[in-house]
């Protein structure tokens, strides 16, 4: 935190000041702080799943819906052990501070994240001020799909061997015909994602949008890999004349000199420009 910029902390606590609605983006970054694994990190997945690393398994492999058909026991163990640690872990501070100055706005506060641990929700946030772009490790499909349902997986309790990576119990089962149900997340190689759920959240995050003046957009841990989150905060400073406050460690350089880019974590940098906000008040 020493070494972040203080004229960029005062420009993003001017631009939530300013603003009339504030809009949350979210990407793998934000996890970081809660202690979350971030895959894409050094190293990051077979730190997470020493397992995996020693049977040579890259993210992309186990995230894959065919895994499901091929090795479910292995499918099952990563996300089952994922939705447990979700389950178990609470969201850091951060989460608290902007739902803190959405509350101070009036429309309010959107979220868009591509993140799947369901925190935002857990944080306190509105199911309905949320788009979950890539899914939710809380709800479940069908993994042939069947058909188009998607339910929540809150009657299922994963039973993981971390020694192997493997799920112990029964996993869940598609209530219309049976076969192995699979997390309502968009995986790699996914032709069978069913994103009714996201689509529908994302349709009412547009109309907010819509009708939304003076917007900021508080952009954390969003990298230029997969690049959905950073896209979307493009898109309205590009469409809707948002403002953007990016904050990234690595990758924090902005569209606009409008836009303020804060260089670091997502904790710190909230917790400096609330400290900002503070002093003025
Ligand atoms: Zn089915």
């Known amino acids: 935190m020493a070494d972040m910029d203080d004229t960029a902390i005062q420009r993003a606590a001017d631009l939530i000041e300013d603003a009339d609605a504030l809009v949350v983006a979210a990407d793998a970054g934000m996890g970081i702080d809660s202690g979350l694994p971030d895959f894409r990190g050094p190293g990051g997945f077979w730190t997470a799943y020493p397992a995996l690393g020693r049977r040579g398994l890259e993210f992309y492999e186990?995230?894959?819906?065919?895994?499901?058909?091929?090795?479910?026991?292995?499918?099952?163990?990563?996300?089952?052990?994922?939705l447990a640690l979700y389950r178990q872990t609470s969201p850091h501070a951060g989460f608290g501070l902007l739902k803190g100055w959405g509350e101070q706005m009036f429309p309010g506060c959107r979220v868009f994240t591509s993140n799947v641990d369901g925190h935002f929700q857990r944080a306190g946030f509105s199911d309905d001020a949320i788009t979950e772009c890539h899914g939710s490790i809380h709800h479940l499909q069908c993994s042939r799909p069947c058909c188009g349902d998607v339910w929540s997986a809150e009657d299922?309790?994963?039973?993981?061997?971390?020694?192997?990576?493997?799920?112990?119990?029964?996993?869940?089962?598609?209530?219309?015909?049976?076969?192995?149900?699979?997390?309502?997340?968009?995986?790699?190689?996914?032709?069978?994602?069913?994103?009714?759920?996201?689509?529908?959240q994302e349709s009412e995050l547009r109309r907010w949008v819509d009708k939304a003046t003076r917007i900021v957009v508080i952009e954390m841990g969003a990298g230029t890999a997969i690049p959905s989150v950073r896209h979307?905060?493009?898109?309205?400073?590009?469409?809707?004349?948002?403002?953007?406050?990016?904050?990234?460690p690595k990758e924090p350089a902005v569209p606009t000199q409008h836009d303020v880019s804060i260089a670091g974590l997502a904790l710190a940098a909230l917790q400096a420009i609330a400290a900002a906000v503070a002093e003025r008040q």
Not at 69 to 77: I, K, R, V
Not at 176 to 190: E, T
Not at 234 to 246: C, I, P, Q, T, Y
């Open 62 to 82: 186990v995230a894959s819906p065919r895994t499901f058909e091929t090795a479910p026991a292995l499918a099952w163990g990563f996300y089952g052990h994922r």
């Open 156 to 200: 299922f309790s994963p039973v993981v061997d971390d020694e192997t990576c493997t799920l112990v119990n029964d996993p869940p089962k598609c209530p219309w015909c049976g076969a192995i149900a699979r997390p309502n997340i968009m995986m790699f190689g996914d032709m069978g994602w069913i994103d009714r759920r996201s689509r529908r």
């Open 232 to 248: 979307f905060s493009h898109e309205l400073v590009v469409n809707h004349g948002a403002r953007l406050v990016r904050i990234n």
